[in-house]
Every structure is written in structure tokens, then in C-alpha cells.
């Protein structure tokens, strides 16, 4: 199966995967790994594909999100349902998997060195920016970093934002993010290092064309996470521009009539 199993120096104990469109059941345009229940699939074919994600994830259980594209942040544990609306997750609790959904939009997966916790997020431009540089990373951050020092245990672990891991998964690439002005200075006027993640888009006045997983990395960047792997931008990270094998909002709404979404999950085993 061609899911994506995240290249970096995860702890001992962490495990992490991001599923493409390939291995579920669902028909054209969800076909076939679609994870959505809010997109027009039919419902059987949706909870079929969410059953072959739990028997991937080795005895851990994926929760499943009400993401709305704010900064909200669901704190998960054995007994967390599906549905609480959130736009990231964090949990210190073994078999229990922090699971963001997305369709062009960033999924961000952390860690802490020591295994303790881990957390995900889904950043969309809207998420991302939030209000005045304070979005959903920010706000991920600080509930991960309480939670790692809640949990310590002799030997106490430090916290230092040194020791946070973090993974950027597939998004809509910075050769198809065509933006307009406002989506610019929503970073640009808290941050004007992020000028750097926009270019004329060449198609309009006003528009520009955006890196968003850039920007997720500036965000990181201050925040002091330094350990940033996965998604640099590349071609193959784009979801628009490989529709064999992720699924894309924006490339196939319109022209399908609906677009099925993957996922990225982490967990303590």
C-alpha cells in the first residue's frame, strides 16, 4: 500500500503514518481511500476505509476531528470520541492517535524527544494565521509543551522547544496556491519574514502564489522547533498536482463535484 511513513528520528515508542487516496473502497471522485464523512460519500464506504486505518495503526485508535479551520485544541485520551471540533490534538495517553484530516490543506505532526506526547494539527492558511501571528501552531505548542511537563515522571524530562519533532505532510504546493492579497497580509503584517512564501502569481493584479508549508516552517522556526522534516515544498508533496494519489479540494471540487480526504495520524504505542 502507498501510504507515507514519515522519514525522521521519531522517539522510541512514537509512530506515525499520513494515508493517500489508495487501498479503501469508496467510488469516483472519493475513490478510494476517502476518510471523510462530510463530503457526499456514502457513509458505509467511509466507516469500510476508517476500519482498514485502525487495523493499520497496530492497536491504536484514530479520533477523528470536527475541524473547522480555527486554533481550537482537543486535549485526547481513551475515552475521546469522534466529533469534538478542534483543529488539533494532543495526548500523553498510549493507543490513542492524534488523527488530522486534509485536502490541500497542511497536517503538522510533534513529538517530544522523550516519547511523553505527541500532537497534530491541521493548518489551513485561515488556522495557520490566526489572529495577529497567534494561530493554531501557536496554540498546539502551548498545550503539547503543558502536557510534556504534566507528564513528568522520575526522570523528570526537560522541555525545551529544542526537543519538539516536528513533520509537515502533503498540501497544495507553492506552484498551485494561488492567493489573494488579503491571504498575504494576514502573515505579512505580523511576520515580515513571511514576504518570502509569496510570489506574483502573474495571473491578476493582487494575486500571489503561496507556500504554506514555508510558512508553517516560519511559525515552527519561532517557536524555537528547529527538528522540521517531511514536506520542503517540492513537487512531489503537492496534493494538486498528484491526483493519483492524493485527493484535492480545490483541484477536483469543483470540476468532480467533491473531493475525499486523507489523513495523518500519530500515537504513543
Known amino acids: ?22 487501498g479503501g473502497v469508496s467510488l469516483p471522485p472519493y475513490d478510494s481511500l476517502n476518510l471523510g464523512t462530510h463530503v457526499g460519500d456514502d457513509p458505509a464506504a467511509v ?69 511523553a506526547v ?22 498546539v505548542f502551548k498545550r503539547f509543551r503543558a502536557l510534556a511537563l504534566a507528564s513528568q515522571a522520575p526522570p523528570a524530562i526537560e522541555f525545551e522547544a529544542k526537543d519538539t519533532l516536528a513533520w509537515l505532510g502533503p498540501c497544495i504546493g507553492p506552484r498551485a496556491f494561488e492567493v489573494g492579497a488579503e491571504v498575504r497580509a494576514a502573515f505579512c503584517d505580523a511576520d515580515p519574514a513571511a514576504l518570502a512564501c509569496f510570489t506574483d502569481a502573474g495571473t491578476a493584479a493582487g494575486k500571489y ?40 479540494h480545490r483541484r477536483d471540487g469543483a470540476a468532480l463535484g467533491g473531493s475525499g480526504r486523507f489523513a495523518a495520524c500519530i500515537w504513543r504505542g
Open 47 to 115: 466507516q469500510a476505509n476508517r476500519q482498514r486505518l485502525r487495523d493499520a495503526l497496530q492497536g491504536a485508535r484514530p479520533v477523528f476531528l470536527n475541524q473547522v479551520h480555527g486554533d481550537g485544541v482537543a486535549l485526547l485520551d481513551a475515552a475521546s470520541s469522534d466529533g469534538l471540533q478542534a483543529d488539533a490534538c494532543v495526548t500523553a495517553a498510549p493507543g490513542v492517535a492524534c488523527t488530522i484530516m486534509v485536502a490541500d490543506c497542511l497536517p503538522v505532526l510533534l513529538a517530544h524527544r522523550s516519547g
Open 1 to 22: 500500500m502507498s501510504w507515507i511513513t514519515p522519514d525522521w528520528p521519531a522517539p522510541q515508542g512514537v509512530r506515525a503514518l499520513c494515508t493517500t487516496r489508495a
Open 209 to 248: 502564489l503561496c507556500d504554506l508549508a514555508g510558512l508553517a516552517r516560519l511559525r515552527l522556526r519561532a517557536l524555537g522547533i528547529g527538528q522540521v522534516h517531511g514536506n520542503d515544498g517540492t513537487a512531489p508533496w503537492c496534493t494538486v498536482s498528484n491526483p493519483s494519489r492524493f485527493f484535492s
Open 118 to 139: 505527541v500532537a497534530a494539527a491541521h493548518a489551513g492558511w485561515r488556522g495557520l494565521a490566526g489572529v495577529d501571528g497567534q494561530g493554531v501552531l501557536e496554540s
